[in-house]
């Protein structure tokens, strides 16, 4: 008699036999790397971990999947920090990783497009964009591990988007692989297309919810040839914000980024790297790291000398680079920042947005309402200015119980939130929803708005077998896995 296989075994063992030599993972040991995100908070242990090196191969997968019902989630660079990507359903999940689809099809140098598969790293679709002197302006730290799928799939944002806009106003057409298998070809690099419903914007920034992307088309801009970086001081968020306003008036559209940094953030840069101290002169409650890029026969450096000189007592000390090497300099303490406030342990991560007019008032209340209940935890705050989008991370006291973590976060995330709906603003600003924000969201949520959302997820992937408990509530839609 044969042994009867755990309907786990079997589930892989019909996939397998379906798929391309090669092409499934299952061993433990080879999977195991595809159950983590970069925050280590979140973990799970795949089914099986497909890496399809072709469109057709991910609609060949999900015709699969669909018949025998297997729940999928697809993957990039696993850098997300709401757990949407990590496998968490109760029946387990096909992992989809598109690290083999990872090569750009093609830069047009006159249309200012480039067509990549969703697996490219983001920092070398990047480089190729360069090389044909052009710009991919997506920027933030993972930008050297993420992919170009997962940027898809969160809308990411970083330190360009008050230039530039968020990653979908950078997306002209995208490749999609349905749950049932079919391919949308959307693919188009047309900047002008108004036939209808613009189905791509649903794609963007749905979490992998509603089809795995495997390709994309974005809008590339002329590459700069001056790029001028200046860190300055000022007194208060107040005077920031006065400074920003000042800035966008006087520096027109070449302001390409505007980030704000509370002193603490900065002392927590210089503590953690043995080669960074402080370029002002003397320490400033407040810092901006600002930066205006051109091209052309623009005199960007007399453009910043002379608004700087304009901020008048807004700006108390500041320094302005004068080469790359420097302008790279004052940049690694905005990295060193992110990468050192936890202290190598666990901590409060928050991504909120508010109007631009409300930011000072945010974090002043934040801050006064999280110092007078956890007086010994640290608030770690900084954001990107011109999109009102404020990090505000908590990070535990010295010595505290690793048992206590999940109260003081779960009433430090409650205390921000509340400020954050005061001044009528989102919990979730560029990072999304997944599994980590979705009770949040959906207290939030009015209820036409799920709804309608359930409808669209209803209508893209009738069996939830996608990305299912994340941004909406799990859904068990026929009983479960057909080989179960």
């Not at 399809?52 to 696993?78: I, K």
């Not at 108004?194 to 390709?215: C, H, M, P, W």
């Not at 002379?306 to 108390?316: I, Q």
Request: charged letters at 25%.
């Amino acid at each position: 008699m044969h042994a009867v296989l755990p309907a786990e075994e079997l589930a892989v063992a019909a996939l397998r036999a379906a798929m391309p030599a090669g092409m499934l993972l299952s061993d433990g040991a080879d999977t195991d790397r595809y159950g983590r995100d970069w925050t280590g908070d979140h973990r799970g242990r795949p089914l099986a971990v497909a890496l399809p090196r072709s469109v057709e191969e991910v609609s060949m997968l999900m015709r699969c999947c669909h018949e025998l019902r297997l729940h999928v989630v697809p993957q990039g660079g696993l850098t997300g920090l709401v757990g949407a990507a990590v496998p968490s359903h109760p029946d387990g999940e096909v992992v989809v990783s598109l690290e083999r689809m990872n090569r750009v099809r093609s830069v047009d140098a006159i249309d200012f497009t480039m067509v990549a598969e969703a697996g490219c790293i983001l920092d070398e679709a990047k480089a190729q964009a360069e090389a044909a002197d052009c710009l991919l302006p997506i920027s933030f730290g993972a930008q050297g591990s993420c992919r170009l799928g997962g940027n898809i799939a969160t809308n990411a944002g970083g330190f360009n988007v008050l230039r530039y806009g968020m990653t979908r106003d950078l997306v002209l057409g995208l490749e999609v692989v349905m749950a049932d298998g079919r391919v949308w070809n959307g693919l188009r690099t047309l900047r002008k297309d108004n036939r209808g419903y613009d189905l791509k914007q649903l794609f963007i920034g749905s979490e992998g919810t509603l089809g795995i992307v495997t390709a994309v088309a974005f809008k590339l801009y002329p590459r700069p040839t001056q790029v001028e970086t200046a860190l300055v001081g000022v007194a208060s968020v107040e005077d920031a914000m006065a400074l920003y306003v000042l800035a966008r008036r006087e520096c027109s559209d070449l302001l390409s980024a505007f980030e704000l940094l509370l002193r603490g953030g900065i002392e927590i840069a210089i503590g953690a790297h043995s080669g960074l101290d402080d370029p002002l002169s003397q320490p400033c409650p407040v810092y901006v790291l600002l930066e205006l890029s051109a091209g052309g026969r623009v005199d960007l450096r007399r453009l910043i000398e002379d608004f700087l000189a304009d901020a008048g007592d807004l700006v108390l000390d500041g320094v302005l680079a004068s080469s790359r090497a420097q302008a790279e300099r004052l940049w690694l303490l905005r990295e060193v920042m992110v990468e050192a406030q936890g202290r190598g342990g666990r901590y409060l991560r928050t991504d909120i947005s508010v109007p631009i007019s409300r930011i000072a008032a945010f974090v002043s209340e934040s801050i006064v309402a999280l110092d007078a209940a956890y007086p010994d935890a640290c608030v770690v705050t900084y954001g990107h200015v011109g999109d009102g989008n404020i990090h505000m991370n908590v990070v535990p006291p010295e010595g505290m119980a690793t048992e206590g973590y999940d109260d003081l976060f779960h009433a430090a995330e409650a205390v921000i939130f509340d400020a954050v709906d005061r001044h009528g603003g989102s919990i979730s600003a560029e990072h999304g929803i997944g599994r980590v924000k979705q009770r949040a969201f959906l207290d939030r949520a009015d209820p036409l708005t799920l709804e309608l959302a359930g409808r669209i997820k209803d209508s893209f992937d009738p069996r939830h077998l996608l990305s299912g408990g994340r941004i909406l509530p799990l859904r068990d839609i026929d009983g479960g896995p057909a080989w179960s």
